[in-house]
């Protein structure tokens, strides 16, 4: 019985085999091409000098500014005020959002509102440097998202979006 046949007689064997060959081509390329990290290679350039490191630094953006508006925003949102009405309600909102958004508010429902006040403290789902997600909870126990971006030609964030905060965010 020859090695082919020996290797072909069990798909086991064959599976094994192929296998453990992978592998011992992997471990060889990498430690003949110095890609395995630990032997110090220099890249295959031959000369004994580092390779250049590059070094970026990422900043984080201040979410403070982002959860302020989202905060601010809810607390004038969230339900009219006693004599209030719904004109009063949206020019008291539209500098506090983007353009679309004050648009969209007129069409609000303001009897769809929440009815309660914010407490407790916001939480910061996500934030980049033009934009932020903020759950900004309420009275009744429940929360919502609020999308703040960074203002259109003014340095104070602007709100874009608010919606329940239900999901898995």
Request: aromatic share 8%; hydrophobic share 45%; net charge negative.
């Amino acid at each position: 019985m020859d090695f082919r046949d020996w290797l072909f007689a069990s798909p086991r064997r064959l599976i094994v085999i192929s296998l453990a060959a992978i592998i011992l081509i992997f471990v060889a390329g990498s430690t003949l091409f110095g890609n395995d990290g630990a032997s110090g290679s220099s890249g295959g350039s031959g000369t004994g000098e580092s390779p250049a490191v590059v070094s970026t630094s990422a900043s984080v953006p201040d979410s403070g500014a982002y959860v302020g508006a989202a905060v601010t925003f809810v607390k004038l949102w969230a339900e009219l005020r006693p004599g209030e009405t719904a004109e009063q309600w949206q020019a008291e909102l539209s500098p506090l959002t983007t353009q679309d958004y004050a648009k969209a508010l007129v069409t609000t429902d303001t009897a769809t509102l929440p009815g309660v006040p914010p407490t407790g403290e916001p939480v910061v789902r996500f934030l980049a440097q033009d934009s932020a997600m903020i759950a900004v909870p309420l009275s009744d126990g429940s929360s919502v998202l609020v999308t703040v971006v960074a203002g259109e030609g003014t340095s104070e964030p602007l709100v874009s979006d608010v919606q329940p905060n239900a999901g898995d965010y």
